[in-house]
């Protein structure tokens, strides 16, 4: 079974702060991928990356940055943390080459305040 | 820009009456689309890849079907631990990025 792991359930920081959220998986996938979900407005693409020290900017990429060292880690980095940071952050990867099926981690549930 | 709509945005059905959600999309050169189930606070759980118009794929209770505009999922008897926000996505021409939709809240009563 595929597993992807993500740092934190639940994180709780201050406006302002830097905040690091980590992602691991153990299936040697090619691509992972950073999104964020809120009531009404669905999944949205942060960042991807298709390869050791890539990224690709998704459709909401400010404020964020991302950092691929290593094939199984994907971290998320909140520069400056800001009250409409406040969101559930999910993580996935997906091998290229199994037609771009996508497993999701369990999510961190981010409250700035 | 691929467009994925799903309806209706919520569904409360009896325990053991069967019903159908639906997945409509738009996408320039589909190269597969994706059934997900969601449990609240987690992530989402893959369930279903169709690849081409008049494929199924069966798993327990669901059974997704694909055409050239729209999927749908179709939930057969179902129990109150189908409960859950059942999300659908597409892959085009894009590389590996996902179009999601804004999914619909399954509660099934017993």
């Known amino acids: 079974d595929v597993k992807v792991t993500q740092s934190s359930r639940y994180l709780v920081k201050r406006t302002g702060e830097k905040v690091f959220l980590e992602c691991v998986q153990d299936?040697?996938?090619?691509?992972m991928f950073w999104y964020r979900q809120d009531p009404g407005l669905g999944l949205r693409l942060i960042y991807f990356?298709?390869?050791?020290?890539?990224?690709e900017k998704g459709d909401i990429p400010e404020g964020y940055s991302v950092s691929r060292e290593k094939k199984e880690r994907f971290s998320l980095i909140l520069e400056s943390a800001s009250t409409n940071q406040t969101s559930m952050y999910l993580c996935?990867?997906?091998?290229?080459?199994?037609?771009?099926?996508?497993?999701f981690g369990p999510g961190t549930r981010l409250l700035v305040l | 820009e691929d467009q994925v709509t799903q309806s209706p945005e919520a569904l409360r059905l009896q325990e053991g009456e069967s019903s159908s959600l639906n997945c409509s999309y738009t996408v320039s050169g589909l190269r597969g689309l994706f059934w997900y189930r969601q449990d609240p606070g987690k992530g989402p759980e893959f369930l279903f890849t169709?690849?081409?118009a008049g494929e199924e794929k069966e798993k327990e209770r669901l059974k997704a079907t694909l055409t050239k505009k729209e999927s749908f999922l179709h939930i057969t008897a179902p129990k109150p631990e189908d409960s859950a926000t059942y999300l659908c996505?597409?892959?085009?021409?894009?590389?590996?990025?996902?179009?999601f939709g804004e999914g619909t809240q399954l509660t099934v009563n017993p």
């Open positions: 996505a597409v892959r085009g021409t894009s590389g590996s990025r996902l179009t």
């Open positions: 299936m040697d996938h090619e691509n």
């Open positions: 996935a990867s997906s091998s290229g080459t199994q037609k771009g099926t996508q497993y």
């Open positions: 990356s298709y390869d050791v020290k890539m990224k």
């Open positions: 169709l690849y081409s």
